[in-house]
């Protein structure tokens, strides 16, 4: 059974910086495709970037140019980093990875960006 632990979240001011990880626990990760979503007070969630098994990349228009996914296969690790941050960025973030008809998620954590 896969599970996800996320960590790295925490309060930053504007501009700040944090760098999120997403622990995959199971077998096959360097075959998931893997995201991060979050999710606003009062928001749905929404996508925030993917990285698929061969570290293709895709970005919201919100956060391209600011934020960075990467995957360590050897370490079973996907990682966020987020720069230039914006209160507007404060959410819950949540991991995903899927493998066809697999879709698991992480508990979330969640990311404070204020003065």
Known sequence: ?????ESGGGLVQPGGSLRLSCAFSGSSFRFYTMGWYRQG???QREL????TSGSNTNYA???????????DNAKNTVYLQMNSLKPEDTAVYYCQ???MT???WGQGTQVTVSS
């Open 1 to 5: 059974q896969v599970q996800l632990v």
């Open 97 to 99: 990875g899927y493998l």
């Open 61 to 71: 228009d919100s956060v391209k140019g600011r934020f960075t996914i990467s995957r």
């Open 41 to 43: 007070p009062g928001q």
């Open 48 to 51: 925030v970037a993917t990285i």
């Open 102 to 104: 697999h879709v698991y």
